[in-house]
């Protein structure tokens, strides 16, 4: 039996349109920690409202920008939004490259020292100058024990979310501030990962 369907002015209420997904492009870089962390993030939060895209590319940040455009360039209309993950460790191009992105309308998540500090604000208040990864590692593994940067199991980190976006956001409440350390704008790319 063929299914009828309401005929124009028939007075019949169509059910609801179903809004299309936010897409999201994220691109990290490193070769695993960020992209391992942010792809468990999303795969938790199983938001229905936004699609993310998450990709790995260990190079300088301006690289990463550059990598970040291109990508966009190729999908033409298919990211809403586009966003750079990266480190300010021992890199002096930094500045350069959030200027970049903002020229390009691609958001930045910046970690100074470096991503390791987000990951532990999930664990501790953190507010004292950390010079190097080297340095911030310790700190790291007291909460989590044989850290390995190449294997980042989200499940460890799940609970702290919230905790280390509130710490983060009293870090640098702007969230754009790479200059301090130590900072990170992680907060904001997973508010919006979590947020239709």
């Known amino acids: 039996m063929a299914r009828s369907f309401p005929r124009e002015g028939s007075g019949r209420r169509r059910g609801p349109v179903r809004r299309s997904a936010r897409t999201m492009l994220i691109v990290c870089g490193s070769k695993e920690t960020e992209r391992q962390y942010l792809q468990g993030l999303r795969d938790d939060l199983r938001n229905p409202a936004v699609s993310v895209v998450v990709r790995g590319k260990p190079c300088s940040p301006t690289q990463l920008v550059a990598y970040a455009r291109g990508q966009r360039e190729l999908n033409k209309g298919g990211y809403d939004e586009v966003w750079c993950v990266f480190d300010v460790d021992e890199y002096q191009d930094v500045a350069q490259a959030a200027l970049a992105a903002r020229r390009h309308n691609i958001g930045v998540a910046v970690s100074n020292p470096c991503f390791e ?74 508010d919006r990962m979590a947020n239709p």
């Not at 010079?131 to 044989?146: A, I």
């Not at 199991?153 to 710490?167: K, W």
């Open 117 to 190: 500090l987000w990951l532990l604000l999930h664990f501790a208040d953190h507010r004292a100058h950390v010079g190097t990864y080297k340095k911030l590692l310790p700190l790291l593994e007291k909460h989590v024990p044989g850290y390995d940067k190449t294997r980042v199991d989200f499940a460890r980190y799940r609970g702290g979310v919230p905790h280390a976006g509130e710490r983060a956001r009293k870090l640098d409440p702007t969230g754009a501030e790479h200059a301090l350390n130590p900072s990170t704008g992680i907060w904001q790319l997973t």
